[in-house]
C-alpha cells in the first residue's frame, strides 16, 4: 500500500519558495482554493521510493500571528492539514529576518525542516553559512539549495521522505531556550535574540566590494521623476507587444476557427439537424472562438507580467506610484491590478488579494472593470475606424482610456469616502533583490495564469454564449410581414441587371434576417428595451448587441453582426461597418464605447468578483452601479452632443 | 523619521502607534536598536525606501512618522 504524507512549504514572500514547490512537484500542480478564505494556495505531488507526498505551497508571509488573509490561510492548512513536516524555506542572503517565521513555525509542534534558499545570492552578498553548525543550533535539519539553478533539490527530496517517514517517531522541536521557556508569550526582542544566538556561531560575514546590481538599478528606476518615466515606457512596451505581437497569432486563430466552421458548413448539409449545426457553428464554435481568439493577447501579457514580476520590479511600481494612488484615496500595491485591468479584468480582480485593507481591495475590485480591458478593444476596433477620421484613431482609443482611468479615480474617491469609508493601510512592501527569472519559472506562471483564464472565464462564456444563441435564434418566425421567397424567386427571373439583381437580392435577404431576429427573444427584448435606450441614441439592434456584451464583451461586435444580418461578419468587417456608418452618426458611435466602456463587466468578472468578496450584494452592486453610472454620463453627452 | 534626509543611516530608538503595525514592522525585522538608512524619498510626505539589514522596503508616511530615530553613535 503507498504511503501517503502530507508537507507544507512556508516562507516570507520572495525567498523563492515557489521556484522550489515547482521544482519539486513537476508539472502535478494544480491551484486550489480553501472555502472562505481570499489567499491562494497550491498544491502538487511528489512520488518518491513509493511513498505519495501532497506538498502545499502557503502564501508567502512574514508572521504567523499577524491577522492579515495570508497568514489566516497558513494557519487555516496547518491546522487542518495536520502535515508531517513542515518546510520552512528561508532565503539565506537575509537569514536573520527569514528565521523570525521560522521560529514560530517550530512552536508548532510539527517536525520543521530548514530549508537554506538563494545560498549563491547569501555568498555574493558575503554570508558564510555552515549548515551544520546552524542545524546543532536550531536542533532542525537542515538542507541547502539554490533552487533556480536546481542545485540541492535531489537532497532535499531524499531528506522530505526521511522526515516523513520518521515523522511518526521524531520529537518536534524546541525554539525556547531554558530560561524562556516558563514564558506563555515570547516577545519579538527575545525571538530576534535567539535567532542572534543561533546565527552567531554559523554564519561569518566578509564584505565584498564589486558592483550590487539592486542599488545600481533602485537609483534610476526608483527615481522621482525618472522613475516614472521608465515606468510609463515600459508599459507603453508591454502594451505594444500584447496588441501588436498577438495580432498575427490572432488572425492564425480566428482562420482556424473560420475553416473550422466553412468545413462544418461543406460536410453537413443545412438540412440534416439544422438545430444541432446552427448551434455547434453560432453557439460553440462562435462563442468559444470568441475567448480563445484573445488567448495570444492574455498569454503575453502574462508573460510580460511574470518577467517583470520575477525581476522584483513590480514592488518598485507600487513604490514610485503611491502618491499617484494616493491621490484616487487607494493604495500603491492597487496599481499592479489595475495594470493587470487593461489585459483582463478576471485576473486583475484575483490579483487584489495582495491588498490587506478590505475597503481599499473592495475599492479596487468595484472600480477594476473601468480599466479598458482587451475584449474591449474589439468594439473600439469596430467603430473608431468606421466613424472617425484616420488623424482621430490613435486619440480616440486614447480617449477611451483616459476617460476609463478619469471615471475610477472618481469612483475611487466616492467610494472611499462613502461606502467604503476608514483610513487607509500604511504601506509597507519588501522591495526584493532584482533577479533575472529562469525562463521555466516565467512560463509556467504564464500559463498557470492563462490556465484559470481559460477554465473560469471560458466555461462562463461558453454556456452563456450557447444561451445568447438560444435568444438571438428562437423562436423561429411562423409568418412573414410579406412573401420573401416569392420576392426572392421573382427576382432571379427579373431581367434585370446581375450586380442590381444581387443588390437587391441581398436587401431582401437582410430585410428577412432583420425580421426573423426581431421575433426571436432578443429581438423581443431589445424592442423591450428601446424606449429606455433611446434617449443615449440607440436603437433596438444596439440594445440586442448589449445584451450579448453582457456575456463578453467582444461578443458586441459579433451580436451587432448578427441584428445588422450581415453573414460572416469577421471575413467582411467593411460591410459592417459601412452598415454602421449609414445607421448611426459618429456621435452615437461615440456614446456605444462610452456605454460599453463604463457599463456593467461581463458575467465572467461579476463572477469574480462574486467569488472574492464572498458576497453576491457586490457583484451586483458593481454591474448595476456601473450601468446607471453609464447610463447617466452617456445620456448627458448624447443629449448635449445633439444639441451642439 | 519624517526629518531624515536621503542617504543617511538611523538608530531606532522608538516606535509607536498601532500595535499591529509595530508587530508587523518588528517581523520584517523593522525594529528598536536596529540601524536602518534611509535611500529615497519622493517628497516630505511621500513614501520613502529604506534599508534595514539585508532588505530593502517602502513604507509610507503613517508608517515612518511614527518611527523615532537618532543618530548612530
Not at chain 1, 517517514?165 to 520529537?171: E, M, V
Request: proline residues 4%; glycine residues 6%.
Amino acid at each position: 500500500m503507498t504511503k501517503k504524507y502530507t508537507v507544507v512549504l512556508a516562507g516570507n514572500p520572495n525567498c523563492g519558495k515557489t521556484t522550489l514547490f515547482n521544482a519539486l512537484t513537476g508539472s502535478h500542480q494544480h491551484i486550489g482554493n480553501y472555502p472562505g478564505v481570499t489567499v491562494e494556495k497550491k498544491e502538487g505531488s511528489l512520488k518518491l521510493h513509493g511513498a505519495s507526498i501532497r506538498i502545499i505551497d502557503l502564501p508567502g508571509m512574514y508572521d504567523l500571528q499577524a491577522h492579515s488573509p495570508e497568514e489566516e490561510v497558513a494557519r487555516s492548512v496547518i491546522e487542518r492539514e495536520s502535515p508531517d513536516i513542515i518546510i520552512s524555506v528561508v532565503d539565506s542572503s537575509s537569514l536573520e529576518r527569514n528565521l523570525f517565521l521560522t521560529s514560530q513555525l517550530m512552536e508548532k509542534g510539527i517536525p520543521v525542516l530548514v530549508v537554506l534558499n538563494m545560498a549563491d545570492t547569501a555568498e555574493k552578498k558575503g554570508y558564510v553559512i555552515d549548515p551544520h553548525l546552524l542545524s546543532e543550533a536550531m536542533q532542525v535539519d537542515i538542507v541547502k539549495t539554490i533552487g533556480h539553478k536546481n542545485q540541492g533539490i535531489t537532497s532535499l527530496k531524499e531528506k522530505i521522505y526521511q522526515l516523513c517517514h520518521q515523522s511518526a517517531t521524531l520529537s518536534p522541536p524546541t525554539v525556547l531556550p531554558k530560561s524562556l521557556q516558563q514564558k506563555k508569550n515570547i516577545s519579538t526582542e527575545d525571538r530576534y535574540r535567539i535567532i542572534g544566538e543561533w546565527l552567531h556561531s554559523a554564519v561569518t560575514y566578509k564584505k565584498k566590494p564589486g558592483s550590487r546590481l539592486t542599488e545600481k538599478l533602485d537609483d534610476v528606476l526608483t527615481h522621482p521623476f525618472w522613475g516614472v518615466v521608465i515606468f510609463v515606457g515600459l508599459m507603453y512596451v508591454v502594451f505594444s507587444l500584447v496588441f501588436i505581437v498577438g495580432a498575427p497569432f490572432m488572425e492564425w486563430i480566428e482562420s482556424f476557427f473560420s475553416w473550422t466552421s466553412s468545413m462544418i458548413v461543406q460536410f453537413w448539409p443545412a438540412t440534416v439537424y439544422p438545430f444541432l449545426r446552427s448551434l455547434l457553428i453560432e453557439g460553440i464554435i462562435g462563442g468559444v472562438g470568441g475567448v480563445i481568439v484573445f488567448l495570444p493577447n492574455i498569454l503575453l501579457l502574462f508573460l510580460a507580467i511574470a518577467f517583470l514580476e520575477g525581476t522584483g520590479y513590480m514592488s518598485r511600481v507600487a513604490f514610485i506610484m503611491d502618491g499617484f494612488m494616493e491621490k484616487m484615496n487607494l493604495h500603491g500595491k492597487s496599481i499592479v491590478p489595475m495594470l493587470l485591468g487593461f489585459g483582463c479584468s478576471v485576473p486583475a480582480i484575483m490579483a487584489t488579494r495582495t491588498l490587506e485593507s478590505r475597503q481599499e481591495r473592495m475599492t479596487t475590485m468595484m472600480i477594476l472593470p473601468l480599466m479598458s480591458c482587451g475584449a474591449r478593444l474589439t468594439i473600439y476596433a469596430l467603430l473608431i475606424p468606421a466613424f472617425f477620421p484616420p488623424n482621430l484613431h490613435g486619440p480616440m482609443l486614447w480617449l477611451m482610456y483616459f476617460i476609463g482611468i478619469l471615471v475610477a479615480m472618481v469612483a475611487a474617491k466616492i467610494l472611499r469616502k462613502t461606502i467604503f469609508k476608514g483610513d487607509s493601510v500604511p504601506f509597507l512592501i519588501e522591495l526584493p533583490e532584482y533577479r533575472m527569472p529562469t525562463l521555466k519559472n516565467i512560463l509556467l506562471e504564464m500559463w498557470n495564469q492563462s490556465k484559470e483564464y481559460l477554465k473560469k472565464a471560458g466555461s462562463i462564456i461558453l454556456i452563456l454564449s450557447v444561451l445568447l444563441w438560444g435568444l438571438a435564434s428562437f423562436p423561429k418566425i411562423q409568418e412573414y410581414s410579406q412573401d420573401y421567397q416569392s420576392s426572392m424567386q421573382l427576382l432571379e427571373e427579373s431581367t434585370l441587371a446581375e450586380s442590381q439583381k444581387e443588390t437587391e437580392m441581398q436587401s431582401l435577404l437582410q430585410a428577412m434576417q432583420e425580421e426573423e431576429l426581431a421575433y426571436t427573444y432578443a429581438g423581443r427584448t431589445g424592442r423591450f428595451l428601446e424606449p429606455a435606450i433611446k434617449p443615449l441614441g440607440f436603437d433596438w439592434k444596439i440594445g440586442t448587441a448589449l445584451i450579448g456584451a453582457l456575456a463578453a464583451k467582444e461578443m458586441f461586435v459579433a451580436q451587432l453582426g448578427i441584428v445588422n444580418a450581415v453573414r460572416d461578419t469577421e471575413e467582411n468587417q467593411v460591410p459592417l461597418r459601412d452598415k454602421l456608418r449609414d445607421q448611426y452618426t459618429p456621435l452615437v458611435a461615440f456614446c456605444i464605447m462610452l456605454f460599453c466602456l463604463i457599463s456593467s463587466p461581463c458575467v465572467a468578472t461579476c463572477a469574480v468578483t462574486r467569488r472574492e468578496s464572498n458576497s453576491w450584494k457586490w457583484a451586483l452592486i458593481q454591474f448595476f452601479g456601473l450601468t446607471v453610472i453609464a447610463y447617466i454620463l452617456t445620456l448627458v453627452v448624447y443629449q448635449v452632443g445633439s444639441l451642439l | 523619521m519624517s526629518e531624515v534626509d536621503s542617504r543617511r543611516s538611523m538608530k531606532i530608538c522608538s516606535i509607536h502607534g498601532d500595535e499591529a503595525y509595530i508587530r508587523r514592522l518588528s517581523c520584517m525585522g523593522i525594529l528598536c536598536g536596529k540601524t536602518i538608512s534611509v535611500l529615497r524619498r519622493h517628497g516630505r510626505r511621500g513614501a520613502m525606501m529604506i534599508q534595514a539589514g539585508d532588505s530593502r522596503f517602502a513604507l509610507d508616511v503613517g508608517l515612518y512618522e511614527n518611527i523615532e530615530v537618532e543618530e548612530e553613535q
